[in-house]
């Protein structure tokens, strides 16, 4: 099963070349840069902290893949092997997360305004029968959320496309398109494991949320851990880092075998 195989992959890979897990560093502690603007208080710095992570990400991003990548097929993986994947495969990889993201939020909000439209219809319904309208509103949002994470899983692999084939910011959401609709169940089942394990390592990171939030973790959850930011934060960032590190192996690792099935057609390359 090609899911499996691929667990077992990112877990050889990451045994075998602990350098990912130094790229994996990198994205555990640039992904509690959100928190700068509750230590620091200065809303400009935050803003510009942020700024250049969201700059920074997709570097690192092509340098970590392009690694995995070494160390699965067994070709290398080092530094030197990092910053010439991150730096070869950077403006398109930018260009498209800045798609990506375009792409997520105007699938949002062109759902939204739909939800919007049959909000007013289950406003009427509700004078009706509220239940049938709680109903419709649940519904409602529930289509809202599975449409977003379908178009997700659709277009997921643009980053890999760029730096394991090389293909253009367009040619690789359309290759990522052409490879979930060929093996649509295969990557349903990953997508699905893959996103759920991962947020098993963020766990800390979402308990930290909580903490810096004006509701507290007891106005969520009813226990209190009690856990101090001073602690939570780097328990979240090394978490992130091993997390990271593993699950997007296996997801370079996932789909370096799904090409091997659905290899590109001369059209596409």
Do not use: C
């Amino acid at each position: 099963m090609v899911t499996v195989s691929a667990f077992k992959d990112g877990f050889t890979a990451l045994r075998e070349n602990p350098i990912l897990l130094v790229a994996g560093l990198l994205i555990g502690g640039g992904s509690q840069l959100q928190y700068v603007d509750h230590l620091i208080e200065s809303p400009l710095i935050s803003a510009g902290v942020s700024l250049a992570w969201l700059l920074v990400f997709p570097f690192v991003l092509g340098g970590f893949i392009g690694t995995a990548q070494g160390a699965i097929d067994g070709t290398g993986a080092s530094l030197s092997r990092f910053f010439t994947a991150a730096r070869t495969h950077y403006l398109r990889l930018l260009l498209a997360t800045v798609l990506f993201v375009l792409v997520v939020l105007g699938t949002a909000m062109g759902l939204g305004l739909v939800g919007f439209v049959l909000g007013i219809g289950t406003m009427a319904l509700a004078a009706i029968h509220e239940m049938a309208a709680f109903g419709a509103g649940v519904g409602s949002l529930l289509l809202w959320l599975v449409s977003i994470l379908v178009v997700i899983m659709f277009v997921q692999f643009y980053d890999t496309a760029i730096v394991i084939e090389n293909e253009s910011v367009t040619d690789a959401f359309r290759r990522s398109i052409g490879l979930v609709r060929s093996n649509l169940k295969s990557v349903a089942g990953f997508s699905l494991a893959w996103l759920v394990l991962l947020n098993v390592f963020f766990i800390p990171d979402y308990l930290l949320q909580l903490t810096m939030a004006d509701t507290g973790p007891a106005d969520v959850v009813p226990i209190d851990p009690g856990i101090p930011i001073a602690v939570l934060l780097p328990i979240g960032i090394v978490l992130s880092a091993v997390g990271f590190a593993y699950f997007y192996t296996v997801y370079t690792a996932y789909y370096m075998r799904l090409i091997a099935l659905s290899p590109a057609t001369p059209e596409s390359t």
